[in-house]
T-cell receptor
């Protein structure tokens, strides 16, 4: 059974608008989450993370929101740019050492100009 | 340049023929990990290592072996590859676990086809 779910395989957004990528998790013990971005023919790159002691973390155009009661997190990209077009993976760190990660299936974001 | 390298980048092999995919990092990272990416399944962790001679199973370790004899290298070994191991493989490294804010760096990937 999937413990980290990204239910939208794809998302299309116009340049300059907001992109919202969603992620749900099933295990309430998960308390650290990460987002990775992946371009074709490249390895994933770390984007932003959030600990459950926070409900929001910002880094430039990227903000991650965490709703622990709903077991839901979302990544907001504002404003979206064509270079943001990529696959975005949500991941949960499942051990205290931060060594074991469970990833979602990914959401492909397409930003059109 | 700080990087994680994987070799080979592409490999076609036949069922049962042992193969090794090498992974090397030049950042003196203690933590290394292997993932596979499959369509519709996302990234799944195969094995990880917190330091030399310390390895542990991830989500999908069956059919794979790893070793960590030196800090910089973390090879992935398929003793008897099968077609269901056809996949895109990524190696990753970080200074420590991701919870302490350490960025995990990924290699460029190795695309494996097992016939």
């Amino acid at each position: 059974d999937q413990q980290v779910k990204q239910n939208s395989p794809s998302l299309s957004v116009q340049e300059g608008r907001i992109s919202i990528l969603n992620c749900d998790y099933t295990n309430s013990m998960f308390d650290y989450f990460l987002w990775y971005k992946k371009y074709p023919a490249e390895g994933p790159t770390f984007l932003i993370s959030i600990s459950s002691i926070k409900d929001k973390n910002e880094d430039g155009r990227f903000t991650v929101f965490l709703n622990k009661s709903a077991k839901h997190l979302s990544l907001h990209i504002v404003p979206s740019q064509p270079g943001d077009s990529a696959v975005y993976f949500c991941a949960a760190s499942v051990d205290q050492a931060g060594t074991a990660l469970i990833f979602g299936k990914g959401t492909t974001l397409s930003v059109s100009s | 340049e700080a990087q994680v390298t994987q070799n080979p980048r592409y490999l076609i092999t036949v069922t049962g023929k042992k193969l090794t995919v090498t992974c090397s990092q030049n950042m003196n990272h203690e933590y290394m990990s292997w993932y596979r990416q499959d369509p519709g399944l996302g990234l799944r962790q195969i094995y990880y290592s917190m330091n030399v001679e310390v390895t542990d199973k991830g989500d999908v370790p069956e059919g794979y072996k790893v070793s960590r004899k030196e800090k910089r290298n973390f090879p992935l070994i398929l003793e008897s590859p099968s077609p269901n191991q056809t996949s895109l493989y990524f190696c990753a490294s970080s200074l420590g676990g991701v919870r302490v804010g350490e960025t995990q760096y990924f290699g460029p990937g190795t695309r494996l086809l097992v016939l």
